[in-house]
């Protein structure tokens, strides 16, 4: 990647963004609630959805997303009262799918559960989900906004080719499994919102590629206490910097600089999503609630000179919840 088309646009967040450090000023070099009725259809469908152990499905996915997806949950709830129980099942799905890599010992046990939400996914545009609460949500979902099945295929193709625990060969390539990961988790939203629009798809695009990076660089710390390191080689290698650098948690300044420079894809993504806002249609602004949370962690990060292993990148930020409101009221992204 050419760290001089990112110097730009992360600069100007730098110097426009009041209280931030003002490291590097010089480096132009770089880059920078109430659920519908289900839907009426008959036979086995009807008795996947209403049948014993069914009860209670709703609160399952709930529970599982504010457990292990709590932004994802809270921007959900701020979804208009009509579509949260689907962007829940959505967003419930994609954590059964995320959590499969960190619970298995071999990768023929990924596999195999990666066929099985294949085989699912086939199972419910046949009308016939399985007795898995997220399954039957989805399955609601799908029958009630008439969700694309490709969207929700690209999420579970991805994932499995991301059983094989190398890191990424570059930064194009971390993007690509962003596109088909968090991309598709929200043109799913927007069709839940019932939108159909390019200016929205294409804000989407650019907004899921800035939540890719920004997970890949928060997870850092986990994945190098477990021996392991995702980051892009390319931009490793430009700076002259091992694997082992980090698995040391080494914070000298040339790894700092690769951090700096993954941040800055993100925050031009950010930029580029932005830019075209007049354009998007208002009803799709809840769909990108989580541009809150991205832009965020940026500024923390910035906030610690890029140290991707300073403990306040660990922390909650307690705000959030009032941060996105008041994103919501404002009626933004």
Known sequence: MAASAQGLAWGQLRLGTAGLCCRRLSRGLYARGRRLPGPEVSGRSVAAASGP???GTDSYCLELLRKRDYEGYLCSLLLPAESRSSAFALRAFNVELAQVKDSISEKTIGLMRMQFWKKTVEDIYCDNPPHQPVAIELWKAVKRHNLTKRWLM????E???NLDDKAYRNIKELENYAENTQCSLLYLTLEILGIKDLHADHAASHIGKAQGIVTCLRATPYHVSRRKVF???DICMLHDVS???FLRRNQDKNVRDVIYD?????HLH???ARSFHKSVPVKAFPAFLQTVSIEDFLKKIQRVDFDIFHPSLQQKNSLLPLYLYIQSWRKIY
């Not at 690209?154 to 193709?157: A, L, P, Q």
Request: aromatic share 4%.
């Open 243 to 245: 694997q082992e650098d």
């Open 231 to 233: 980051l892009p080689m």
């Open 262 to 266: 993954i941040a800055s894809q993100a």
């Open 270 to 272: 950010l930029k580029h």
């Open 53 to 55: 152990g069914a009860w």
């Open 159 to 161: 994932r499995e080719k």
């Open 154 to 157: 690209n999420i579970i193709d």
